[in-house]
């Protein structure tokens, strides 16, 4: 194959979405191409197109979606062709993997019969034919013990080992190019090295070509050879990695590689008083048993977890999903029965039911991480925000709570004037925004925050960064901080716990722990988050 | 600060960009959907007949014309002319006066007659003692007093939808038996909508055991046979039909308790809950702010399918001579009397079916509309 010819050019292209409020232009005229095994990344915020050309090329559209100008394969023009001739080609030379791997495997088949009936169907295999190919794309994709997995279903299958599936599903047809749609997006960051390690080990074994669509640009430095930068559906700036990074010239890339969150916290001094105590916290889910039965099975989520946190202070709980940072911070707030003494200033607030709990709800505030989910869809912001006063301020009258909602909009930086709205009208950093409000409003002095940066983009997230900075200078505020993102917790922590399935591994001062990390886990967590190139150029080992 | 300019993803993501509601939203889908907006006519025709058909109709539902039992439909007025006439001759033969000519015209009888004596102004009463005419007079004499011309009233009616078996106007009982099934279907269906959403809400929200006892509470009522709860009520507290749907409505809640503990649990999970429960309000603030709202849409779905539901039920009911009292009537009543008289009188069964099954049609419809409109995920 020769390598530098050129298999996939997008000229053009416009995709169009007819709404009730008219058409919404995605993508305004974008040309791209890619070249045989070359890996080619598309980096955008949310809403910038950058998967609705994908969907476009791919006959994947919105049923109001509409796309016009051209897409070719090899000289063959995809757009507006037949469904028939287009499937010859999608699924076999160009195939697609998505960033969701935990809905895009049907939950009612084995692993075996999902690889296989493509293999089928498109390769005209026998079917012992077939689960050999299957078994082998399994082995490629170095899932362990691969024999066995044939026979799992979806949800026996960890997330990355999901994604692995989904690759090998995208490589049974020997594809020419791979479009991958922020694969990684819903990993933890070393399961995502691995993925991206795997992808880029399949690449050289395979040579097919590779196109990346994603926001997180540590992925791109990594992992890609030239680069498109897209922003309100057209390209601002295209180039190679190199150049991008290093000499970018739009303001646009300038700004969004300038999005890293930076700085850091300095600890408070020991003499400090002590606001929260938390002594051998643990929580204990149990599930099963029925109406007449005891419980059948138990999860220990958070074992033995001791912390203190000091006025002024920002605790940072680092680890994977799964490692119960936010359960932790349920516990502590008493949102989830749990075992173990926790005190607030003095007062022991440990198992404390709700109408006990109610007076300290007032100073310990939570923001939880979807911006989407955590306010109430038939609520105004105005209500959302003051909906607190109402319980700890019974005495406000309407309009003393609307003014305090009016402050509480100025002092996160939106307009008073949305307080009228509803949630849905606004962008996910303007949603975190007014989560902020409602928590603020109430004027806490520590405030637990949930992934609060983890759903949003890398600039609305510098400013949600910026956003608690100042918060916590203005009024003293406490943060108990949980994350999976390293980058933030270093710009916004002043002390650091890293925990694994339940408990410590390791916890001091942000800048000793990040310096110096003691415990293997911490660093790799560390390599993957900060030294991706490195990681990528190890051996694949089989594990996810 | 502020980030305005991540409003776009929102706007190329094909969401509403301003100042619209979840219900605008909902309302402007609605507004495409031909089927439902036709149906919303139809009802909300249904429910002004219903409130204002029976104080504008010319008959009164209770009323029994004992002359025009079992009148097939039709647009003429009762009695015909030509019923008119022989009629009036048969009144006047009586009379030994000359009838020089009858006429009708419209409402009132024209009679000229003459004599060879002087005739006598009582002759009219021999007109007034038929049945059809009514306020028989003198117009006009003439100078010998030998020849009259009386005007008589006939009483002329209409039943443009025919008269039942008692001789009672078919229209104005259809009216009335709008009313009667809408506001019967509105009693239960409110009662179902308050008792259930109470019931489910509480329960998914509370959880565990107190879940468990109240779906258990749910599920002995779902085993009771409708039919012998509804004979039992009536041998208890007699046919009072507004007790009846009270009762109805309080046994069809249970699809509607089951409906709002589901979503109930999905929502109990929500961040948005949570973010109340830190916020330290309490059960009754967040059942009441956050739980309740955001079951409505589906509570409203169901509730358009359960009017139907419920009026069809009272026809069954009224159908084996459990539901409402005479002269009071309903939609299954009168087809229960229609299919009685199928035969002799077919526009008995076919008017009030009609009027039934488009009622039921536009519930239906608007049902299917509204759940498409307030959750566009399951297109």
Known sequence: MNSGERIFDIRNIRVTFDTPDGPVKAVRGVDMHVNAGETVAVVGESGSGKSQIMMATMGLLASNGRAEGSVTYRGQELIGLPRERLNRIRGAKITMIFQEPMTSLDPLYTIERQISEPIMVHGGLSASAARKKALELLKLVHIPDPERRLKSYPHELSGGQRQRVMIAMALANDPDLLIADEPTTALDVTIQAEILRLLAELQKKLGMAILFITHDLRIVEAFASRVYVMQKGEVVEEGTTDDIFHRPTKAYTKMLLAAEPEGSKSPVSAGTPILLDANKVSVTFSSGGGFFSRSAFELKAVQDVTLTLRAGQTIGIVGESGSGKSTLGRAILQLLPSEGRVVYQGVPIQGLDRAGMRPYRRNLQMVFQDPYGSLSPRMTVGEIITEGLLVHEPTLSAREREEAAIKALEEVGLDPIMRNRFPHEFSGGQRQRIAIARAVVLKPTVIVLDEPTSALDRSVQKQIINLLRRLQESYGLSYIFISHDLAVVKALADYTIVMKTGRVVEQGPTEEVFRDPKSDYTRALMRAAFNLKEVLKRPTEAHA | ?379
């Open chain 2, 1 to 379: 600060m502020t980030d305005i300019a991540t409003n776009t993803p929102e706007v190329a993501a094909g969401a509403p960009v301003k100042g619209r509601s979840l219900w605008a939203t909902a309302m402007m889908r609605l507004r495409r959907n031909k089927a439902a907006m036709a149906s919303l006519v139809i009802l909300v025709v249904y429910i002004l007949a219903g409130l204002f058909g029976p104080m504008i109709s010319p008959h009164h539902y209770a009323t029994v014309y004992p002359d025009y039992v079992r009148v097939p439909a039709s647009l003429e007025a009762y009695p015909r002319e030509d019923e008119i006439v022989p009629q009036a001759e048969n009144v006047l033969a009586r009379t030994r006066l000359d009838i020089n000519s009858i006429e009708v015209d419209g409402n009132t009888l024209r009679v000229e007659a003459s004599s060879e004596r002087e005739i006598d102004p009582r002759v009219t009463r021999y007109l007034d003692r038929s049945d059809i005419f009514s306020n028989a007079r003198i117009t006009e004499t003439s100078a010998d007093g030998r020849s009259v011309v009386m005007e008589a009233d006939v009483e002329r009616l209409r039943f443009i939808f025919g008269t039942d078996g008692n001789g009672r106007d078919l229209l104005a009982r259809i009216l009335i038996s709008i009313r009667i099934s809408l506001m019967i279907g509105a009693l239960a269906t409110g009662v179902a909508l308050i008792i259930g959403v109470a019931w489910g809400a509480t329960a998914g929200f509370l959880g565990g055991r107190v879940d468990n006892v109240m779906m258990r509470v749910v599920d002995i009522l779902y085993a009771l046979p409708f039919t012998f709860f509804a004979i039992l009520l009536v041998v208890f507290f007699g046919r009072n039909v507004v007790l009846m749907f009270i009762a109805v409505g309080a046994v069809e809640w249970l699809d509607m308790a089951r409906i709002v503990r589901g979503q109930t649990i999905s929502l109990r999970r929500r961040e948005f809950v949570q973010a109340a429960e830190a916020l330290g309000v309490s059960s009754g603030g967040i059942l009441r702010r956050h739980i309740i709202p955001n079951t409505l849409g589906p509570v409203i779905i169901y509730m358009t399918l359960l009017i139907p539901k419920v009026i069809l039920l009272e026809s069954f009911l009224s159908f084996l001579g459990l539901g409402v009292q005479e002269p009071l009537t309903s939609l299954g009543v009168l087809i229960s009397e229609g299919a009685r008289n199928m035969r002799s009188a077919p526009y008995m069964l076919l008017y009030p079916s009609i009027a039934l099954t488009l009622l039921l049609f536009a519930l239906n419809f608007l049902g299917d509309g509204l759940r498409d409109a307030l959750d566009p995920k399951d297109r």
